[in-house]
């Protein structure tokens, strides 16, 4: 773990274990049932694999979740969930009901990936590597969800609180994580929440890298290259002044921020002063308030580029002057649990007792996101196995005691 000898907002200080949880942890892993369910994980790794190949095979792009959220649904039911439902935004929500008031956990991991419908998704096969785009991203973390199930109806094991499983929409993306954003938007209690995500067994994300985006649009009159010029202002000259000092920016490496300008677009022909440029910005930190500082920045330069093509022809006509216009299109709050956080130091115990060795700790963009902005006790886990190029039509996932993740 020498990565993590320096202390920052990317590799923080790993946390102490902390003895009484420990013994708390090492109790209840003793128990009868609680030793089954851990077998059954192990047994019914194949049978888990196979489900995760199944439905990595349908299809499920952000905002079209829907197939891939009745199939989850469906096996919910099968596996002794009695009261499942799709609630209003999407999510499949099964209530696994305690036998007191004990507190309400959430276990979750989003169903939707970042390809659309028109990919194949077919799973090929070799040994134990499995080759389908959103093979790892997400559909690892349904697996594990789906097992985590199984493992707690087949021992029977009992909790005093209720356990809300939850396959959630729109993590990815524009998707802006808005299945997890429902389930803490106040309409229940929740008083701890994990979410599955595509990790090894051995990554525990303690915290959300805040992510700002926003759709700008300059708009103006536009005209002919030639009969027009010096008449009418350029909305694509204007946005590359903006970018040029967008790109002079200097964010803070400490808590590390970020910013891009992902897109851009516009323009009706080569002989045409364009009426129109659009781009999609993209604004990420560990600190909200740093997020927030160069958000401000951002929004000055793109004033500033459209000031400035608009005087230097002098442009005084309304009609003809270009404007700005900005729509936010992404908001993932940031935030970060500290390590007396009771999520973050069972899940640190857990990997104790299962001989498991830390090999990542700090933020990231995950569902986890959501209920840390809310201070809800929270962390993203890893759902086991390793998955390899996500996001990219290469992806594979290679099966390696991928069964830990439920464990």
Not at 65 to 94: C, F, P
Not at 209 to 235: E, K, L, M, T, Y
């Amino acid at each position: 773990l020498k990565e993590f000898s320096m202390s920052n907002s990317l590799h923080p200080t790993i946390p102490a274990i902390d003895e009484t949880v420990f013994s708390a942890l090492e109790a209840v892993s003793k128990l009868p049932k609680i030793q089954k369910g851990l077998k059954i994980a192990q047994e019914q790794a194949a049978q888990a694999m196979e489900e995760q190949v199944q439905l990595c095979e349908i299809a499920s792009p952000t905002f079209e979740e829907q197939t891939r959220a009745q199939e989850i649904l469906k096996r919910m039911k099968d596996y002794g969930l009695t009261n499942v439902s799709i609630d209003e935004i999407g999510n499949v929500v099964g209530i696994r009901k305690g036998i007191a008031q004990g507190p309400t956990l959430v276990i979750e991991a989003h169903m939707d990936t970042v390809f659309p419908k028109e990919v194949d998704v077919k799973v090929k096969r070799d040994g134990n590597t499995y080759r389908a785009p959103g093979i790892g991203d997400n559909t690892s973390g349904c697996r594990a969800l789906l097992q985590v199930i199984r493992c707690f109806n087949e021992a029977d094991i009992q909790t005093q609180g209720d356990i809300l499983f939850v396959g959630t929409v729109g993590e990815e993306g524009n998707g802006d994580i808005r299945g997890a954003k429902h389930l803490v938007n106040g309409q229940r209690q929740i008083d701890g929440y994990i979410a599955i995500d595509s990790f090894p067994e051995s990554v525990i994300v303690n915290g959300g890298v805040g992510c700002h985006r926003w759709r700008v649009s300059i708009d103006g009159a536009g005209g002919h290259s030639f009969v027009n010029f010096g008449q009418v202002p350029s909305a694509i000259h204007a946005m590359c002044h903006a970018g040029h000092l967008i790109d002079h920016i200097t964010a803070p490496k400490e808590p590390f921020t970020t910013f891009n300008i992902g897109t851009i677009k516009g323009g009706t022909s080569v002989n045409t002063i364009s009426p129109h440029c659009e781009v999609d910005i993209d604004i990420r930190s560990i600190s909200h308030e740093e997020l927030l500082k160069l958000e401000a920045q951002i929004f000055e330069a793109l004033d500033a580029g459209v000031k400035e093509e608009n005087e230097r022809w002098n442009i005084q006509d309304p009609d003809k002057m270009l404007r700005l216009t900005k729509v936010q299109i992404g908001d993932r709050p940031a935030g970060a649990r500290d390590g007396s956080c009771p999520v973050i130091q069972c899940a640190l115990n857990a990997q104790k007792l299962l001989g498991i060795e830390l090999t990542q700790y700090g933020p990231s963009a995950t569902n986890a996101n959501a209920p840390i902005s809310k201070n809800i006790p929270a962390a993203c886990l890893g759902s086991g196995g390793l998955s390899e190029k996500y996001h990219t039509l290469d992806e594979y996932f290679i099966d390696k005691d991928s069964y830990k993740g439920p464990q």
